[in-house]
């Protein structure tokens, strides 16, 4: 097996990511367009999107991630929005654009049609929350658009299989679709109720950091393995699993909850910057196989139907804001009121990325008795170009409509006085329960000792109140900024210490390595202190 195509696509689409970190166009984007551009020059290997490795090797990692990093309140509180959009918005689009596909190609049967509509329905969910977090959307609207991405794969997949099941000639019928999909979905759901609770269970009790974050790599593969093998969805299991694990992440040991974060934003890293690279490295491989509608036709069909897909997204989102509320006074009452500037970025916000195009992939080459599918090549470029259209079209547009509409971003002076708050109640409860321990002579420090830990308490009860203060006149930082210059010119100071030490052998490097890890958690501690 030759590795080197491998290490190629990992090493630049990761050198295309953080020069991303420097512009101000989202990393999803300038991958995607990297991918492109790189795609015919020469020497290029062909990287051809294999949906056997993609659906279950890269999406359960990516969903655990998104799952772990979302918020089980928030997700509650959004429930019907959120599932508006993942079912219902998914089924509407699988018909809507399906029709439209056996309207506008000639010759493309219905059933293959709905294969091609269910196939773009789902958004993505890493290219939806990393650009509506990098634009500052607010947290309802981010909420929103998370909850779907993470659940409407369950719903697509359900649909292609129904749809594809026709195409091919398996007898499909409208209650054996229903059918399948509850199954899938209910399925997936008890799957991940009846893991979540024992995996949580072995990881608070096992006792090293390392092996807790071994298993903590493994979860997303178990969960979408045991679902898939009883033919439940195992999207829905990895995001159940996800959010409940996140929930209860405070359960778990502090040394295990810093190198899972470190070790997950690693893992996220690679592969969302190897997959968005290989969207658009995937053009030479459609290109290839167009065949007969390479041309003028192609590209009509494929305007058309990008039309038509962010058409249905606004068609859909208006009614299942507003109408729920003129015929419900509990949805009235216990969801604020929308403005019209919410449904707009919402539906704009719709990128597809790459479970679409490796489902699409999946497609079969043949349908029972032998026959070809019916224009299965064309049905891969035209997902690859609603893919493509959307992430470029709407991902790069979406921060000038939010500037248009003049939507209210995130107010970073409520959040940090919140904080600021939690944080002074927190460090109240903390001093209360400090006291009650030293009062009890089994817990008898020195004075300087207990004073130290007093100290601990009112410095990280200052450092946010400080973030709210004024910058420095000469050097332009803010007192965190200082707090935290200071820290590691101190901590630095104290490392070239300890390797001077060691390169005179008097301490040897395993005596180095402890010194350096423990003046490594300082420096964290400080940090996190006034991030």
Do not use: C
Not at 134 to 158: F, M
Not at 385 to 391: A, E, N, S
Not at 480 to 505: C, G, K, N, P, Q
């Amino acid at each position: 097996m030759d590795v080197m195509p491998l290490l190629l696509l990992v090493a630049g689409s990761v050198a295309v990511a953080a020069a991303a970190r420097r512009t101000p166009v989202p990393a999803p984007l300038l991958l995607v367009a990297a991918g492109l551009a790189v795609s015919y020059l020469p020497g290029v290997p062909d990287y051809t999107l294999d949906p056997e490795i993609v659906l279950p090797l890269v999406l359960p990692p990516l969903l655990y991630r998104e799952g772990t990093e979302s918020s089980y309140l928030d997700l509650r509180a959004q429930l019907r929005p959120v599932a508006m959009l993942s079912v219902g918005y998914v089924l509407f689009a699988t018909f809507v654009v399906g029709w439209a596909a056996y309207l506008v190609v000639p010759g493309l049967p219905l059933p293959a049609a709905l294969v091609f509509g269910a196939v773009v329905a789902p958004t993505d969910a890493v290219a939806a929350t990393a650009i509506a977090r990098r634009v500052g959307l607010p947290s309802r609207i981010t909420t929103i658009l998370q909850g779907e991405s993470l659940l409407n794969d369950a719903t697509a997949i359900t649909a292609y299989n129904v749809a594809l099941a026709a195409a091919i000639g398996e007898g499909a019928t409208w209650a054996g679709g229903i059918g399948e999909f509850l199954i899938a979905a209910v399925g997936g759901v008890v799957v991940g109720l009846l893991l979540m609770m024992p995996i949580h269970w072995l990881r608070t009790r096992l006792g090293e950091a390392l092996l807790q974050n071994t298993l903590s790599l493994l979860i997303p593969f178990v969960a979408y393995g045991v679902a898939e093998q009883v033919h439940a969805s195992g999207v829905l299991a990895v995001v159940v699993v996800a959010v409940y694990l996140g929930h209860h992440a405070w359960e778990v040991d502090f040394a295990t909850r810093l190198q899972e974060d470190a070790v997950w934003r690693m893992v996220a890293f690679l592969l969302e910057s190897a997959v968005f690279a290989l969207i658009g490295l995937q053009l030479p491989v459609v290109l290839k196989g167009l065949g007969a509608y390479s041309g003028a036709d192609a590209v009509w069909y494929a305007v058309v139907l990008f039309v038509v897909v962010v058409a249905a997204r606004f068609v859909w989102v208006y009614p299942a804001t507003f109408l729920p509320r003129l015929l419900s006074a509990r949805i009235r009452e216990r969801e604020p009121d929308p403005t019209w500037r919410g449904p707009a970025v919402t539906s704009w916000a719709a990128m597809r990325g790459v479970v679409s195009l490796a489902i699409a992939f999946s497609v079969p080459l043949t349908v029972e008795g032998g026959a070809a599918f019916p224009q299965r090549n064309l049905l891969l470029f035209l997902t690859f170009t609603t893919v493509i259209g959307t992430l470029v079209v709407q991902g790069l547009s979406l921060p000038a409509v939010i500037r248009v509409l003049r939507f209210p971003g995130r107010d970073a002076q409520a959040e940090t006085l919140a904080e600021a708050n939690a944080q002074a109640q927190a460090s109240r409860a903390a001093e209360q329960r400090l006291d009650d321990l030293l009062a009890d002579e089994r817990n008898a420090l020195p004075p300087p000792l207990a004073d130290r830990l007093r100290d601990v308490l009112e410095r990280r009860r200052n450092a946010v109140w400080e973030r709210l203060g004024q910058v420095n006149p000469v050097t332009g930082e803010t007192v965190d900024d200082t707090y935290r210059r200071l820290s590691r010119e101190m901590i630095s100071a104290e490392r070239s210490v300890f390797v001077r030490l060691r390169d005179h052998r008097y301490i040897d490097d395993e005596m180095l390595r402890t010194l350096l890890r423990r003046l490594d958690l300082e420096e964290a501690a400080a940090y996190r202190e006034t991030a």
